[in-house]
């Protein structure tokens, strides 16, 4: 079982993935801090390791990002993050579906 650092270390890392292609769509920092409502300064913080995310934080930046949130825990650092985003809306698609099934008795 992971412990917090390295859960930690993991969504930093997610984090910069998403930043470094925020970025690379010519979108800025300031922008970013903006739609998530924090200042420029906060979103540097993060990126450089100087400061720690919470669950709150956390959800505000993926949505600021149209990113789920899970994409912070289940995302594969070797994929592109476009690739991971899919991958999360696929996890999340089937795990709707099937809670829909166990809630209509389907098997």
């Not at 300031?30 to 924090?38: D, H, I, N, S």
């Amino acid at each position: 079982m992971e412990n917090s650092k390295t859960i930690n270390a993991r969504i930093k890392e997610h984090y910069r993935a998403l930043l470094e292609e925020w970025e690379s769509q010519g979108r800025s920092q300031t922008e970013l801090a903006k739609k998530v409502g924090v200042t420029p300064a906060q979103i540097s913080h993060l990126k450089k390791d100087e400061k720690e995310f919470t669950l709150d934080r956390l959800q505000t930046i993926a949505d600021g990002m149209n990113t789920p949130v899970e994409y912070f825990f289940l995302a594969d650092p070797r994929l592109p993050v476009a690739e991971n985003k899919k991958l999360c809306e696929d996890i999340l698609r089937c795990r709707k579906g099937l809670v829909w099934s166990m809630l209509m008795g389907e098997k």
